[in-house]
C-alpha cells in the first residue's frame, strides 16, 4: 500500500475514533497538527492516564479489569471510591503520554525525533522500519500495588500520596504535549517542504 493510501485509512480511522469518543479530548489539536504534515499520520495515541486495574497476575492482560480510568488529575478519594468490589491485585498507575506516528520517510522520522526530544520527550524512538514509525513518550510513569491477594495494602494517607505523585507525573506529561505542539507549529512551513 502506497504512502497516501495508507495515510487516508488511518485518517478515516481516526475521525471514526473522534465521532465515537475513543480518543482522548485534549490530545485531539495535537494529533490535527501531526496529521496535517503530508509527510506523518497518527496511528494510536494517549495523553497519558491514571487508571485503578485489577490484575489478578503479573502479565495477566486478558482478565484484567479496570476499576477506573482518568485521562486528568483524580482526587484521592476517587480513587477510594474505585478501590472496590476486586478479588485479587489492584494497581494504581500513572502512564505517561504515548504516541506512535508514521512517517513517509526516514527522513520525516528524524525530524520528528529531534522536534520530540527537544520538547522534553527522551523516549523517542523507531518501532518499525517497513513503514517508519516513531514512538514518542517520556519516563512519567508510576505503578504501586494497593492490594494484594484481595486485600487493601495501604492506608488511606498512603493512598493519598501516591495520588499526588501520579497527577503531577499526569501534568508534567501533559506539559510535553503541549511543548511538543508548539514546536510542531512552529516549525510547521520548514516540515511542510519535505
Known sequence: MDWEEFRRRNLEKLERA????????????????????????TTSSCSGR????????IGDKLRA???GKWH???????????????????????DPPILHIACRDL???????????DSGFRRCCLISLSRP????????????????????????EYVKILTEFANEKLLRG???????KFKLLSRKSSLQVL
Open 18 to 41: 473522534k465521532r465515537s469518543g475513543e480518543v482522548d479530548e485534549d490530545i485531539i489539536q495535537l494529533l490535527d497538527l501531526i496529521n496535517s504534515f503530508e509527510c506523518y499520520v
Open 72 to 94: 486528568r488529575t483524580v482526587s484521592s478519594e476517587e480513587i477510594l471510591r474505585c478501590l472496590r468490589n476486586f478479588e485479587s491485585n489492584v494497581w494504581l498507575i500513572s
Open 133 to 156: 514509525t516513531v514512538e514518542v513518550t517520556s519516563f512519567e510513569r508510576l505503578e504501586a500495588p494497593l492490594a494484594v491477594n484481595g486485600k487493601i495494602v495501604v492506608s488511606e
Open 50 to 57: 491514571i487508571v485503578l486495574i485489577e490484575v489478578p497476575e
Open 65 to 67: 479489569r479496570f476499576l
Open 174 to 180: 501533559k506539559d510535553k504535549l503541549e511543548r511538543f
Open 107 to 117: 527522513e520525516c522520522a528524524r525530524n520528528l525525533m529531534r522536534i520530540a526530544n
